[in-house]
């Protein structure tokens, strides 16, 4: 299998993702499809890496809100496709070019956009924790 022309661990470097996140990435590409497709629970994720299935859950949420995994539905995920493996070149080109260009790990803004990503899902988690508060 071949993977796309782009420096995608470097760019997963400077994310600095949480620990977990790591694992549980690796884990997924190293386990998926040709074209990043993964078909893997939660529970069995953990059970491979050892981690507790929270801390499996936290990772996915920083590998989603990083746009490095999406959900597909429950057990199924898909890498980003600049991470995916592919059978050809020509696989792997034509997937790059029908990807959102938000979800480009060579647009410049990448890493900025992770982190306000997950910046604001704090503060999205602030705010229903205060709202909570007030409805107690």
Not at 98 to 121: G, N, S
């Amino acid at each position: 299998m071949l993977v796309t022309p782009v420096n995608a661990e470097g760019v997963v470097a400077a994310l600095d993702l949480p620990g977990p996140a790591y694992r549980v990435l690796f884990t997924l590409r190293s386990r998926s499809e040709p074209g990043g497709r993964v078909e893997m629970g939660q529970s069995q994720i953990a059970a491979l890496l050892g981690l507790s299935r929270p801390s499996v859950t936290s990772g996915l949420r920083e590998l989603i809100l990083a746009r490095l995994v999406k959900k597909q539905r429950n057990g199924v995920y898909r890498i980003n496709a600049m991470l995916a493996a592919y059978e050809t070149p020509a696989d792997a080109r034509a997937a790059i070019d029908a990807m959102d260009p938000a979800d480009r790990m060579d647009d410049p803004h990448f890493v900025a956009r992770y982190h306000q990503a997950v910046e604001d899902y704090r503060e999205q988690l602030a705010r229903e924790r205060r709202k909570k508060l007030r409805v107690a």
